[in-house]
């Protein structure tokens, strides 16, 4: 396997519920094998509370791991699979029968302890898993897309089951996932990975709303990134078209990045607001919300995101007014991120 | 078409009927008559001689039973030993001449070992180890291995490295990992492989003799002169005495093994 990670350096604190995210083949389930010792690291080091973990073993680690697989051990039942944990470490039968108990009940498959893992469902299973990876009580919980194999329903009952464990607990828990929606909703921070680089670690709110980094915004499903130069507190478009900034940049040349949620739609010219011109080409309801794309006259296309106000729908297809505030948008900087990338791509 | 079905219903059944049954029945009717001359279809006399014999204590025949089934069960467990660290190294790793390697250890399968009975009996010769159990253990491992060998691999590029990960993560050392993780994947693997070991070994003929030099008595030895002409009712009633401990010996291993099976369930 050619595959290289370089990171070069990454915290995560006690009790976060940590995310690394990013496209298949990114390096974050190799990044958590390693935290998981199954992965040895090539130079560098690993540490737990202070104390230099990089040459210990996983079995010495005292880490859950919860794998996309449930890897529920098939000839052993429910019950002997999440006690597994516990008799490895010389915990007496009786004692660990009764944990195994108190555990699946706390995934809610009490009364399951009896059969084998093949005579359960996907879900069922998984939640096995995260009750055996559990239940000797590890500082850390390592969680390499744990609902990935499972249907959109259950994966959001698995995600609430997980954040109140997570809760519950209080232990630190480092999840992977290629799922956006599964980052926003359940991540305290993130790292957002790319070939074997982290890109950028945050707050899922602040990576969304500041990012410092293009692949970031891109990564997060921020549809309008325009590319140009600042002139005297202004972004100017390579189609021409000419946006208010918050403070003066100077002359650069780079991307600008607009969240669609916040520019508005409106028929006639908003008073306290920068605004330009563009035809409203379609609408798209969804969810209470609706979705349009607009074109400016010089041929830029642009996605916006609103509250449903009935308004937009007799304004397709006619001319109108996009409004946004400065403050809302972001400027990158060319040089920034090619400098960037060329520090941090993996070397042959 | 339900019709050529039929047809071919009935040849297969014709087919096994003469291949597999008669051949039984007949064997059954030899070893306990009297006389069976040409051209009566039953034997003209019931005789208890033939069974009298082989059960009796001057045929020797228990002692060659100990015998095969002394040398059957160990040359299995050796085989097993051998196998569960190859069958790792083939199933689950790659290495340069993986190839070679394989195909060298399946070879005793291409190459019938009765082609290199003589080199072999030349060298056991040098090293001692003809006219003795351990030679003929030695050299029942020859057809025998490559077949517990391939099952070990098969079970190894089934069982892959998720489920030891998984352990690992559970605090499972290496010695724990195998008891409880990698052997219950490995144990129907054994079974066929531990299985075709015994039946092969204990049909041995040509190696046992050439090896054992006429000292190994082993139920294929004792039987063979009987069938090859010599008391076709006793070489009958050896037959199907040969059966039977290769059956019984099939079904102990089954019991022995599913109850182990299912002690690693609990």
């Given amino acids: ?348 | 078409m339900k019709r050529v079905f039929m047809l071919m219903l009935f040849i297969v059944f014709g087919l096994f009927l003469i291949a597999g049954i008669f051949p039984i029945l007949y064997l059954f009717m030899l070893s306990f008559s009297g006389g069976w001359s040409w051209p009566d279809i039953l034997p003209s006399e019931f005789s208890l001689r033939a069974w009298k014999y082989v059960l009796g204590t001057a045929s020797g025949t228990w002692h060659s039973i100990g015998v095969s089934l002394h040398i059957a069960v160990v040359v299995t467990i050796i085989n097993a030993v051998i196998a569960i660290p190859a069958g790792d190294a083939l199933g689950r790793y790659k290495f340069p001449f993986k190839g070679v390697l394989e195909i060298i250890l399946m070879l005793p399968i291409l190459v019938p070992p009765i082609v290199i009975l003589m080199g072999l009996h030349r060298t056991f010769i040098t090293l001692g180890l003809t006219e003795k159990l351990s030679g003929v253990v030695l050299a029942h491992m020859l057809p025998t291995l490559p077949y517990m060998i391939r099952a070990t691999t098969i079970s190894f590029s089934r069982l892959g490295f998720e489920w030891e990960e998984q352990a690992k993560t559970l605090g499972a050392g290496r010695i724990r990992r195998f008891a409880h993780v990698v052997f219950p994947f490995l144990l129907p693997g054994i079974i066929v492989g531990s299985a075709l070991t015994i039946l092969i070994s204990m049909s041995q003929y040509v190696i046992t003799l050439l090896i054992g030099g006429g000292q190994v008595i082993t139920l294929t030895m004792r039987m063979f002169p009987y069938i090859n002409g010599g008391d076709q009712g006793t070489g009958a009633a050896y037959s199907i005495l040969f059966a039977l401990v290769a059956m019984g010996l099939m079904v102990l291993l089954d019991v022995f093994l599913n109850r182990l099976y299912r002690e690693k369930r609990m």
Avoid: W
């Avoid at chain 1, 190799?30 to 560098?44: D, F, H, Q, S, W």
């Avoid at chain 1, 400027?331 to 400098?339: D, G």
């Fill in chain 1, 1 to 348: 396997m050619d595959f290289h990670l370089y990171i070069q350096n990454l915290q995560v604190k006690h009790g976060e519920f940590f995310g690394l995210i990013g496209e298949s083949g990114c390096g974050k389930t190799t990044l958590l094998k390693i935290l998981a010792g199954l992965l040895p690291v090539n130079e560098g080091s690993l540490l737990q509370n202070g104390r230099d973990i990089t040459g210990i073993p996983a079995e010495k680690r005292s880490l859950g791991m919860v794998f996309q697989q449930d890897r529920l051990f098939p000839y052993m039942n429910i019950e002997k699979n999440v006690a597994f944990g516990l008799k490895m470490k010389g915990v007496p039968r009786s004692k660990r029968i009764t944990r195994a108990r108190d555990m699946l009940s706390s995934v809610g498959l009490k009364d399951l302890g009896e059969r084998f893992p093949l005579e359960l469902s996907g879900g069922q299973r998984q939640r096995v898993a995260i009750a055996r990876a559990m239940v000797t009580n590890p500082p850390i919980l390592l969680m390499d897309e744990p609902f990935s194999a499972l249907d959109p329903n259950l994966r959001k009952e698995m995600r609430e089951l997980v954040l109140d464990i997570h809760k519950k607990y209080s232990m630190t828990i480092i999840f992977v996932t290629h799922d956006r929606e599964e980052a926003f909703m359940m991540f305290d921070r993130m790292s957002i990975m790319r070939n074997g680089n982290v890109v950028e670690t945050g707050t899922p709110r602040s990576l969304y709303e500041k990012p410092s980094r293009l692949y970031t915004a891109r990564f997060l499903g921020i549809p309008n990134i325009l590319s140009g130069r600042t002139e005297k507190g202004l972004f100017l478009t390579l189609e021409g078209l000419e946006l208010s900034m918050e403070k003066h940049e100077g002359e650069r040349e780079g991307e600008l990045i607009i969240r669609p949620e916040s520019l508005e739609i409106t028929q006639f010219h908003p008073e306290d607001r920068f605004a330009f011109r563009a035809i409203l080409e379609k609408t798209r309801f969804r969810q209470g919300m609706v979705h349009c794309k607009i074109t400016t006259h010089r041929g830029l296309i642009l996605e916006t995101l609103e509250k449903n106000n009935g308004e937009l729908e007799g304004l397709t297809g006619k001319e109108v007014y996009v409004s946004y505030s400065p403050t809302d948008l972001v400027f990158l900087e060319n040089e920034r991120e090619v400098r960037e990338c060329s520090t941090l791509m993996p070397e042959k």
